[in-house]
Nanobody, 121 residues
């Protein structure tokens, strides 16, 4: 399973970016997809998560500014980021969790390579 993230870049404070992450490979089932971010010297933190059924979790710091959505058929997750702040600057990682490659196999998580988001003040 490979996760390919795109859409990062440099934007001024108050601007918007849309991240996309597409999964490829043979997947029997998965529980959901998520976005994490990591700033230098900080731990990786959950930004947003959306389950197969559509349940959404958003970090408090991005509530009302970020939106997560998905296309199950395309195995793609999106993160719409509005009203960006300098503190949103980080490498954003795509995650697919609860992945089963075949029926009966244990579930695993997979990560994308990360995409840099830089918000200038």
């Amino acid at each position: 399973v490979q996760l390919q993230a795109s859409g990062g870049g440099l934007v001024q404070a108050g601007g918007s970016l849309r991240l996309s992450c597409a999964a490829s490979g043979t997947i029997f089932s998965f529980n959901g997809m998520a976005w994490y971010r990591q700033s230098p010297g900080e731990q990786r933190e959950l930004v947003a998560r959306i389950s197969w059924g559509g349940s959404i979790d958003l970090a408090d710091s991005v509530q009302a500014r970020f939106t997560i959505s998905k296309d199950n058929a395309k195995k793609t997750v999106y993160l719409q980021m509005n009203s960006l702040k300098p503190e949103d600057t980080a490498v954003y990682y795509c995650n697919m969790y609860g992945v089963k490659l075949r029926w009966g196999l244990p579930a695993s998580d997979y990560w994308g390579q990360g995409t840099q988001v830089t918000v200038s003040s």
